[in-house]
């Protein structure tokens, strides 16, 4: 007979993989609310659905431990950054000229927001004139930070919900992922 791990195990198994209750619910068809009940300990669960959990917990955090890259084997060293006071017309240029579809707004070493192609072409389209606006006008939350030793299956798992990250070490901002950075990856050695 298997012996399975407390129900706080699982909790604190869960937190270090960085997986939230509601999307472990969804990758499991098991209501979040069950879950969220399963690990504060108000309900006694079945069996099957602690192994259920445990084992998917068990399986992903083995594949991570897998995970040969990190953040520092495959960001982009060179973060091309734009202020807010600067004006969309600029961060498209920037975009076009380093053929990019996001921008961080970073200033004074802080994380302040970020810009996408997206946004700024569903304005455009609507209002031309914006163009000359400032992209503090249309900004979006910013990017995710992380440290430079994440591995590569959990930095998938935030580009999944971001169109980037960037990488710190220490205090420094030192380099951006994106999705064609994790593209590139199966060419890198």
Same mark, same amino acid.
């Given at each position: 007979?298997?012996?399975?791990?407390?129900?706080?195990?699982?909790?604190?198994?869960r937190?270090k993989?960085?997986?939230?209750?509601?999307?472990l619910?969804e990758i499991? #068809?098991?209501?979040q609310s069950?879950?969220s009940?399963?690990?504060?300990?108000?309900?006694?669960p079945?069996?099957?659905?602690?192994?259920k959990?445990f084992e998917?917990?068990?399986?992903?955090?083995?594949?991570?431990e897998?995970?040969?890259?990190?953040?520092?084997?495959?960001?982009v060293h060179?973060?091309?950054?734009?202020?807010?006071?600067s004006?969309?017309?600029k961060a498209?240029?920037?975009?076009?000229k380093?053929?990019?579809?996001q921008?961080?707004?970073?200033?004074?070493?802080? #994380?302040?927001g970020?810009?996408?192609?997206?946004?700024?072409?569903?304005?455009?389209?609507? #209002?031309?004139?914006i163009?000359n606006?400032?992209?503090?006008?249309i900004?979006e939350?910013p990017?995710?930070?992380?440290?430079?030793?994440? #591995?590569?299956?959990d930095?998938?798992?935030?580009l999944l919900?971001y169109?980037?990250?960037?990488v710190?070490e220490n205090n420094?901002?030192i380099?951006?992922?994106?999705d064609?950075?994790l593209?590139?990856?199966p060419?890198?050695?």
């Amino acid at each position: 007979m298997e012996i399975l791990p407390s129900l706080s195990d699982v909790k604190r198994l869960r937190k270090k993989l960085n997986i939230s209750q509601k999307d472990l619910g969804e990758i499991l #068809n098991i209501p979040q609310s069950t879950i969220s009940r399963i690990e504060n300990g108000t309900i006694d669960p079945p069996y099957s659905k602690l192994k259920k959990i445990f084992e998917y917990l068990e399986n992903e955090r083995k594949i991570r431990e897998k995970s040969k890259k990190h953040a520092e084997d495959i960001m982009v060293h060179d973060i091309i950054s734009i202020e807010s006071s600067s004006t969309i017309r600029k961060a498209v240029d920037l975009m076009n000229k380093h053929e990019i579809s996001q921008l961080p707004i970073i200033e004074n070493n802080q #994380n302040l927001g970020s810009i996408t192609s997206k946004k700024i072409q569903k304005y455009i389209t609507d #209002n031309p004139q914006i163009i000359n606006m400032d992209v503090s006008l249309i900004k979006e939350l910013p990017f995710p930070e992380i440290d430079k030793n994440w #591995n590569v299956k959990d930095i998938s798992d935030l580009l999944l919900k971001y169109p980037a990250v960037l990488v710190k070490e220490n205090n420094d901002y030192i380099g951006i992922v994106t999705d064609s950075d994790l593209l590139r990856l199966p060419n890198k050695k």
